[in-house]
Nanobody, 120 residues
Framework: QVQLVESGGGLVQPGGSLRLSCAAS????????MGWYRQAPGKQRELVAA???????NYADSVKGRFTISRDNAKNTVYLQMNSLKPGDTAVYYC??????????????WGQGTQVTVSS
C-alpha cells in the first residue's frame, strides 16, 4: 500500500505565497507522474500542475507564471510553490502520484487534501 501525506496549506492574504508538500511512502518501486489538483466548493476537481519523473511540467492556464511544481525523486516528494495568490485559488488541494509497484503494476494514489484559503 502507498500513502500520500500533504502539508503546507493554510490561510493567506491575496498576493501572498504558500508552499505545499506531498510525500509518498510505502511499497514504491518508482513514481511516474506526480501532480496537484484542486477542488473549490461546488466545482469539479481540476488539474493545477503536473510533473513527470524526468521533470517535464504542465500547468493550468490560470496558474501559469504564479505556481511552480517540483519534485525530489530521492524523497518521493512533490512540491507546489504558490505565489501571487488570489481569492480564486481558494480550494482543497490534492496531490496525486502514479506509482509503479514491485510487481510492476501502475496505480494512482491520492492524498487526503489540504485547505488553501486566500482572503483578506
Amino acid at each position: 500500500q502507498v500513502q500520500l501525506v500533504e502539508s503546507g496549506g493554510g490561510l493567506v492574504q491575496p498576493g501572498g505565497s504558500l508552499r505545499l508538500s506531498c510525500a509518498a511512502s510505502g511499497s514504491i518501486f518508482s513514481i511516474n507522474a506526480m501532480g496537484w489538483y484542486r477542488q473549490a466548493p461546488g466545482k469539479q476537481r481540476e488539474l493545477v500542475a503536473a510533473i513527470t519523473s524526468g521533470g517535464s511540467t504542465n500547468y493550468a492556464d490560470s496558474v501559469k507564471g504564479r505556481f511552480t511544481i517540483s519534485r525530489d525523486n530521492a524523497k518521493n516528494t512533490v512540491y507546489l510553490q504558490m505565489n501571487s495568490l488570489k481569492p480564486g485559488d481558494t480550494a482543497v488541494y490534492y496531490c496525486k502520484a502514479d506509482v509503479r509497484s514491485y510487481y510492476y503494476t501502475l496505480t494512482s494514489y491520492w492524498g487526503q487534501g489540504t485547505q488553501v484559503t486566500v482572503s483578506s
